[in-house]
């Protein structure tokens, strides 16, 4: 008896409630991405015609878009299959940022408000950067503003080569991110730079504080690398993860999710460069996971290089690469595991800006307590507090499981 939760970073379904309040109303990133590649907008050299996800469809993603939109997008037509439970969560917790969504998922909804950046030019108070240059030694700071990571890479990324100074820039969430090339500044170096910046950010009450490496020589050939580490606080509740532990359970973490959680009840963590390895390290840990164990993986690549790159086809091949190795993760599952499949926000690629989107998310679940719909769930932390439930785990005070 083992649980399974997947979270495919940013792939919203629409339909959430308070959408309107982050000016995110009609935002969909799944049924966007299907209309066009219904239409024809989608196709280039890697893939064409019709999004085909029909795995996901087994699990009940049509129905779970149904269910949040009133529609199906094209292509998501077929039904699920007898033994999968489907349905869709809204978001309790204020904002729209990984952490958030993360912790709701794992039975902590943020009730507070993060802090955020503004976005006038420069963007950080003034003595955040004198501190942070003196503490760092820095001859000084490029970017200071809000920016798209990869573009702000290639426009500033000689520069910071030529300078020493690191690239420093923000977004919608609650972040300051520090970019700088691995062999000119080094990695170690990054690292400790982002530690200095994580204490002088927490008066701001910053989410997050993320080491952006990159490598290439110029503009057209930089490119960010796997070493990304996040510095978050940790939740301000025991998660189902601590939960876990605390009660000496196995824990497997893979790709990002030992950083959202600031390394806190993430036992073991497997990391991988991009979906593909992400998904080998995945199949690897269930393969070693004991039995009561929890398994927590991200998918990060449907966010950081196509939902905010605003790449649509790039996006839509994505969700079929991962549809693909769905059944060698089936196959492997015993017959009293639990799956979860579901995400953190949007991050709809068709919508303007480059930040998340509000949006419903999926929960699609293979070997649950019951079949068919589980409905509309009003938090993300209905996952954690069924998973719970399956492990004979204390739940917690957030969420109510699915049967």
């Known amino acids: ?103 709701e998922i794992a039975g902590v909804p943020v009730a507070f408000e993060w802090g955020y950046f503004p976005k006038s030019i420069p963007t950080f108070p003034p003595e955040l950067i004198r501190q942070l240059c003196t503490t760092a030694e820095l001859p000084g700071i490029l970017g200071d503003r809000h920016a ?5 890479i290639a426009e500033l990324g000689e520069t910071h080569m030529r300078t020493g100074q690191p690239i420093c820039y923000t977004s919608a969430d609650s972040v300051f991110q520090i970019a700088a090339h691995e062999e000119t500044f080094g990695l170690d170096r990054l690292y400790r730079l982002c530690e200095a910046a994580r204490l002088l950010v927490d008066p701001f009450n910053i989410g997050r504080v993320i ?18 580490r996040d510095y978050a606080v940790p939740p301000p509740e025991t998660t189902i993860l601590d939960a876990a532990t605390a009660d000496g359970r196995p824990v497997l973490s893979i790709g990002k999710i030992d950083d959202i959680f600031a390394h806190r009840g993430t036992g073991r963590n497997l990391k991988g460069d991009h979906n593909d390895a992400l998904f080998t390290r995945t199949l690897e840990a269930l393969d070693i996971l004991g039995d009561g164990g929890l398994l927590f993986a991200n998918f990060v690549d449907f966010d950081t290089l196509y939902g905010h790159r605003r790449d649509v086809a790039g996006y839509a091949h994505a969700l079929e690469a991962f549809d693909a190795r769905l059944p060698e993760l089936l196959g492997r599952l015993c017959s009293d595991d639990l799956l979860v499949l579901t995400a953190d926000h949007g991050c709809d690629p068709t919508w303007s800006g480059s930040d998340h989107t509000r949006e419903c998310v999926p929960i699609l679940i293979a070997n649950g307590a019951s079949a068919g719909p589980i409905g509309r769930r009003a938090s993300f932390a209905d996952v954690g507090a069924t998973v719970a439930r399956h492990l004979q785990l204390d739940p917690g005070p957030n969420g109510s499981p699915f049967w």
């Not at 798209?148 to 702000?152: H, K, P």
């Not at 952006?212 to 070493?227: L, M």
């Open 211 to 228: 080491a952006r490496p990159f490598v290439g020589d110029t503009a057209a050939t930089f490119r960010r690398t796997a070493r990304r």
């Open 1 to 103: 008896m083992r649980a399974l939760i997947l979270v495919l970073d940013s792939v919203g379904i629409g339909g959430a409630p308070d959408a309107a309040d982050y000016g995110d109303a009609g935002a969909d990133t799944v049924g966007h991405i299907a209309e066009a590649c219904a239409t024809g907008r989608a196709n280039n050299d890697r893939r064409e015609g019709p999004l085909r996800l029909p795995y996901l469809v087994a699990l009940g993603l049509g129905e779970a878009c149904e269910l949040a939109t009133g529609r199906r997008p094209p292509g998501l037509d077929g039904r699920a299959s007898a033994g999968a439970a489907f349905g869709c969560a809204s978001e309790r917790s204020r904002g729209k940022d990984t952490p958030s969504g993360h912790w």
């Open 148 to 152: 798209s990571g990869t573009e702000i």
